[in-house]
């Protein structure tokens, strides 16, 4: 076992807790002692509440000694992107307007996290209202990466990459909109799940698309995302949009081999136009699933380029209509590419919004019909890995939309069908940068996502490399 709990994944350092070979304190003072090291550099936390956590460690420490166990993650200490309230707590969402705003309810995901157990460190950096995907913020400054702080980690979770990579946290709740959990995972070279739309309540989580957002799980591996997943999902009296009915045995799917299972990797558009080292990447990801006894089955998908457009077209109408009050009284107080970005969704027609949602329902029937014959299907989460911070701080400049269209162009269309995707690390540059995978599966089946994604991991290293 590692000298330095903050360096073992989550579920390893939850039953070391349980087991009592690490306290509470032991575990939430190595995570502290990372973060002070590491946060000058990287900027990833908005909060750190260092004599709160040793605290809350001390009362774990104290319960489980009368042998009062919280739930799964007794005593662990992580932190989530600071878009999800807890009451009493600052919740920023990133921007200058609501610098001061103090929660006064506790999200239902975070809630769920804090019955199981854990213990809170503070709160993580984010893109202004989540709506961006570099990870740069004019308020507070950019997030930058552990493996490589003059380059971008990615956004909107901007901050939950950074840390769950630099082993700030073991894990940190993120929000997945156009790509906001695919992204940081990628580009920061750590395990992150977008759930299925309706598989996680959203309740008390600051919104964006209301017909897109979903809530999710940047972790070290897929293990970690599978136990998080199965304490977070189910029904939710406060949002109508959770899906009732039993949680599946997420962790159980993570110990079943992929032998048998069949992999498509599509024919065009994600294949398209990839960085040579990318394509690479995926070559070796796809020969690594084919020894682990997976069939790999070539797929021809819809025009994915329609469902890009479309649903940056939705994203833009709602995040709109969501800022509609802020926009006409406190104009100035956003930065300039996400006013610029909101502004735009004001002028898209009613009846374009409205026949891009009336297509969505064909537009998965479609999907779901081309991979009918495989299991999940494999693709980069971006043509690239992670640009400069300074190459892609673009701002509201002409070039702005086609740095944001070709960072998220792989990572839209999921979004809009409300399908789940596991980014998994892949590999290296040879400049030393993350590279990620994306599974895309059938709605619902993030267990076999979780199958996949661990199993890949059981066969490399990538996601336990640790920044220097």
Sequence with gaps: ????????????????????????????????????????????????????????????????????ISGPLHGVPLAHKDMYYEAGKIVTCGSKIRRDFVATTTSTALQRLKDAGTVRLGSLQMVEFAYGPTGHNTHYGPVHNPFAPDHITGGSSSGSGSAVAA?????????????????????????????????????????????????????????????????????????PTAIAGPVPDYKAATRESIKGLTIGIPTAFYVDDLDSEVAKILDETVAVLKREGATIAPVELPDQRQLTAVCQLVLAVEAAALHKRWLIERPGDYGPQVLMRLQNGLAIPGVSYLEAMRWRGPALAAFNAATAGVDVVIAP?????????????????????????????FTRPINYLGLPSLAIPAGFTRAGLPVGMQLIGRSFDEAMLLRIGAAFQRATDFHGRVPK
């Design 167 to 239: 082993r700030l946290t073991f894990a940190a709740l993120g929000s997945d909109t156009g790509g906001s959990i695919r992204m940081p995972a990628h580009f920061c070279g750590v395990t992150g799940l977008k759930t299925t739309y309706g598989r996680i309540s959203r309740a008390g989580a600051m919104p964006l698309s209301q017909s897109l957002d979903t809530v999710g799980p940047l972790a070290r591996t897929a293990e970690d995302c599978a136990l998080l997943l199965g304490l977070m999902a189910g029904a939710d009296p406060h949002d």
């Design 1 to 68: 076992m590692s000298a330095e709990p903050a360096l073992l994944s989550l579920t390893a350092v939850a039953r070391a807790i349980a087991q009592k070979r690490f306290s509470s304190r032991e575990v939430t003072q190595s995570c502290l002692d990372r973060i002070a090291q590491w946060q000058p550099r990287l900027n990833a936390f908005m909060a750190i509440e260092a004599d709160a956590a040793l605290a809350a460690a001390d009362a774990a420490d104290a319960a489980s000694a009368k042998g009062k």
């Design 381 to 409: 989460v971006a043509p690239v890995a992670a640009p400069t911070i300074a190459e892609s701080d673009v701002g509201n400049s002409p070039d702005a939309e086609a740095v944001i269209q070709r960072l998220t162009r």
